[in-house]
């Protein structure tokens, strides 16, 4: 027979009602602070664009992370130099840092398993907090039978609060302040008198350093700064961060459905407004962090051997430097782009990164999606990310439209819907390197699309 939700026992009826609601805020607690945080990226960006000018070398004191900044500042010079790129060639520290700050604010909404995992651990502890306050709580109480007083109603969100809330919040506190502090070790490792015998540091980091000022750094000469991250690993730090998000999301969210009617009914608005205020705090304290915590992920991620070579050469074609003035390495990889893109005589072209050799930048993105050689035959908008469009030179594929008008080819791949040449609306910035402009289209075969699409 068919079972419906009228043949629950109401009991589950309501903890499955509840539960949506709860998953519901959490949702949307979860957009809401992705959103936030990509402002925050956003924001700072700027400041520390006026810091790098203005402030960072002027001599003037500075505060703790104006300080690494700087450092880190000082690193990715040094790896720039070992990497075979000159600094000069409009290479902004802040935007390098910015976009893959992006990067990283994305991975935050890719949850794993293990996320889900640890929440059912956080909510099974609760079920034994909770029933080891109850328990507490009645010690003394002749009448267990009875409804919970407003004494032990009390006890019950306190214990919520600060076993859970705050629970979380020092985690939180405690791994951020274990990022900061090896984010310290790695950068004054290259300072001045930094360690060994006779305030003279050895390691590869301030041997890089000592080699940049005299022109003389190779790679290896640079440290591997991932080793600084939780199991030397970018995915499983961010997977901490994920955790922590999904907890206090879990936290405020449980508490606000689940106890704030209660406490205004029980309890009254004067015993009410200070908990909701003391419950809000982890949730505040967490989202006013998360943009350091993540510029401290990003700069352990993407400093000395790990620097993100895609991102620098993105900025150095953003800058509009020519392509004669481009670094040997880059110019020879984008040529070998070049081939295989002329190889290819159907679809859409691989480049390096199997990425899509004819693309353009949009505004609005995240990040590039791709490597430098995916800019093949493009332009570019004033944006920070890909947007794939077929090649120009290529015939299209089945159910797809001709290489010259817009539209979704079956393949999900946006075409242009504008004949123009996108070059034409760079706005101020300068148009791209010789190499990357558009090809012009072949023209459409008679009959036009509908008779290319009708013969597939």
Known sequence: FAQTTYDWPSRWILIFQWAMMVL?????????????????VNFTTKRWLLFEIERMDSG??????????????????????????????????????????????????????????????LVILNTLRSEATRQFTQIGDENLEDEQTDTQRLAQYLSFIFVIGYGILVFYLAVHHILSSRLDRFLAKGRAGGGGAGGLDNSPNARGLAGAEQGLITRDDLEDSNQYLFRRSREATMELIQVIILSLEWFTSTFFLSFSNEIVLHLGWGVAAPLFIVAAIPAAVFSALLPWTLTLITLLSSLGTNLDEDSVRYLIIKAGIPESEWPAHMREAFRRAKEREEGNDGGYAATDAGTVANASFRGGGPGMAGSFAGLGNGSFHGGLSFVERPAASSRPLPGQSGPSLGGSTAFGRHVDDDDDDDTSNAGPMRQMPRGLGQQPSRPLPAGGIKARTEAF
Do not use: H
Request: glycine fraction near 6%; charge should be positive.
């Open 24 to 40: 519901f805020f959490m949702a949307l607690f979860f957009v809401s602070l992705v959103m936030y945080t990509l402002f925050a």
């Open 60 to 121: 003037l004191p500075l505060s703790g992370r104006e300080l690494q900044y700087k450092l880190g500042f000082n690193r990715f010079q040094a790896a720039l130099q070992a990497f075979g790129y000159d600094a000069s060639m409009g290479i902004r520290f802040s935007e390098y840092l910015a976009k893959l700050m992006r990067r990283n604010v994305v991975a935050l909404t890719d949850l794993t398993w293990v996320c889900w995992v640890c929440l059912a651990t």
